[in-house]
């Protein structure tokens, strides 16, 4: 049984690029959340997704955007990347209808 | 607005030693929470969980209270491991399955 996977694992980027982050939700799961963690910071919630629509947002600029595919997968967007954009992106699944949140192994973004 | 805090930014226990992380919060209204475990250059791992309607909730080696009166929780790890040095998290969940997380407590093990 897959857990929570996440693509790439290191990214390095320029200020003013976009960038593209990628999440496979453990098996049987329906929501998917992208969390940003700076470095010796707790994970800070930036939005989820569920049934494909954006169901939550935390406070995080219209930069931030994503999408959710019918087979549960998402993806994170980020624009016009900023210098303090640099961190951790996490992604964490559950279900709808439960609690239990598992969290992906990160991707690493860098932003020169 | 919520925030969830820790009382230690850092720990350091003798290997077989128990370890105690607190954890307090502030929204009254959080229903569930979270402890998660998190290793250098890894994404946090799902250590135990706890519902409003309890006080306290038993895994392997683990054990979160709840006190409920001053919106507090604590992590017991039993018989310390240097396998168990990471930063630690309690998360909590306000609705919706939306997390708070602290800033963490670093628990490093000796040997």
């Known amino acids: 049984d897959a857990g929570v996977t996440q693509s790439p694992t290191h990214l390095i980027k320029t200020r003013g690029q976009q960038v593209t982050l990628r999440c496979s939700p453990k098996?049987?799961?329906?929501?998917v959340s992208w969390y940003q963690q700076a470095l010796g910071q707790g994970p800070q919630f930036i939005f989820q997704?569920?049934?494909?629509?954006?169901?939550q947002r935390g406070n995080f600029p219209d930069r931030f955007s994503g999408h959710q595919f019918p087979n549960y997968s998402s993806e994170l967007n980020v624009n016009a990347l900023l210098l303090g954009d640099s961190a951790l992106y996490l992604c964490a699944s559950s279900l709808a209808s439960g609690n239990e949140q598992f969290f992906g192994p990160g991707t690493r973004l860098t932003v020169l | 607005g919520e925030s969830v805090g820790l009382h230690l930014p850092t720990l350091s226990v003798q290997e077989g030693d128990n370890s105690i992380i607190n954890c307090a919060y502030s929204?009254?209204?959080?229903?569930?929470f979270i402890w998660y475990k998190q290793e250098s250059g890894k994404g946090p791992q799902f250590i135990i969980d706890?519902?409003?309607?309890?006080d306290k909730r038993q895994g392997q080696r683990v054990t979160v209270l709840l006190n409920k009166t001053v919106k507090h929780l604590s992590l017991q790890i039993a018989a310390t491991q240097p396998g168990d040095s990471a930063v630690y998290f309690c998360a909590e969940n306000i609705g919706g399955n939306q997390f708070y997380f602290g800033t963490g407590t670093s628990l490093t093990v000796i040997p």
């Open positions: 706890i519902r409003s309607n309890m």
């Open positions: 997704y569920y049934e494909e629509e954006e169901r």
């Open positions: 098996s049987g799961h329906d929501t």
């Open positions: 929204n009254s209204a959080s229903d569930y």
